[in-house]
């Protein structure tokens, strides 16, 4: 068995020369004992317009919501040797400590994305920037918000790299898409995260699903959206009239029912996950997003079970590390 598994990655390495031309030593070669071939692996096409390269094997892709929520939203999107995170609201100790939990290192981060500029988004951009030397993409409307900020003004301004909404960018074995979206800060983006196999669009923070939106949504298998509020929950709550105006307007929060109604529109059996994010803890329960979202999906004829997951992610903790295969 020691023979066969020396041969086989000789045997890769000299695959990869001939493909690539370079030292193997500059090469990262897969480990061939630890590879998982999901079934659907090889049967997805090469798109074009994608940065992405064929690979020798597939990656492993996964992500893990670290925090949702108003008190801090902070998401990795990678694999188990590198990977993103899109937004940094929450601290680097309690992003250093999630991500271990998981298996994965602050040095195996290749990069933040940030969303907009609202401190639930932006709050460990000093220390990731300074103390880890992690570069920050942004639109540069978010970046002129970060720095105007008294928790942020002072981060490594080097680390900066800006980023134009529509250009791909290639990083960590995967292609990063921003789009814009309507929320109250300047600037705000979403993003579509692809490799070879799958395709993953976030969207939070959003008064409603505009044009640009709905066609990365509609591209994605994997969707991370927003479910906000309950109106009946938010109209008859406790926050002042103001406030009311400002989650419920175009530039504000998506509602459960408003998801629901977008989710039912544009669903497809190929969509493994739906995952519920950015709920408020004053004007919504999960229970009561995932009931609008499945009873929305039922009255459009869709059995979702067993084709896909439905969940909500938790407000202020980490969710499960989902893999997708």
């Not at 992690?134 to 540069?140: F, G, K, L, Q, S």
Request: hydrophobic share 40%.
């Amino acid at each position: 068995m020691i023979c066969v598994t020396f041969f086989r990655q000789i045997l890769i390495e000299s695959i990869v020369f001939s493909i690539f031309g370079a030292d193997t030593h500059d090469v990262h070669i897969i480990n061939t004992n630890k590879l998982h071939y999901p079934l659907n692996s090889f049967s997805n096409k090469h798109q074009s317009g994608s940065l992405m390269a064929p690979t020798l094997f597939p990656v492993q892709f996964q992500m893990c919501s670290l925090s949702s929520g108003s008190s801090g939203n902070c998401y990795f999107v990678g694999s188990d040797s590198q990977g993103i995170l899109i937004d940094a609201g929450i601290s680097t100790r309690r992003i250093r400590k999630t991500l271990e939990e998981i298996g994965v290192g602050l040095n195996l981060i290749k990069a933040v994305f940030i969303t907009h500029d609202h401190i639930d988004h932006i709050n460990a951009l000093t220390l990731l920037s300074k103390k880890y030397q992690i570069p920050i993409y942004c639109t540069e409307g978010t970046w002129k918000g970060i720095l105007s900020n008294r928790t942020t003004f002072d981060l490594d301004q080097r680390m900066f790299r800006p980023l134009t909404p529509g250009l791909p960018v290639e990083i960590a074995g995967m292609v990063v898409e921003s789009f814009p979206v309507s929320h109250d800060a300047r600037d705000a983006v979403g993003y579509h995260i692809s490799n070879l196999n799958r395709k993953l669009t976030i969207a939070t923070d959003l008064g409603h699903i505009g044009e640009q939106a709905a066609h990365y949504l509609k591209k994605a298998d994997i969707l991370v959206i927003e479910s906000n509020y309950d109106e009946a929950m938010l109209l008859n709550g406790r926050y002042p009239q103001h406030l009311k105006e400002r989650v419920h307007g175009l530039k504000g929060h998506m509602c459960n029912a408003h998801t629901a109604d977008f989710v039912a529109e544009i669903y497809h059996t190929r969509i493994s996950h739906i995952l519920l994010c950015h709920l408020s803890a004053e004007n919504n329960h999960p229970a009561t997003a995932l009931e609008t979202l499945t009873q929305s999906l039922k009255r459009k004829g869709f059995d979702f079970k067993p084709h896909t997951i439905i969940e909500a992610l938790p407000r202020g903790k980490r969710s499960p590390l989902y893999v997708f295969e």
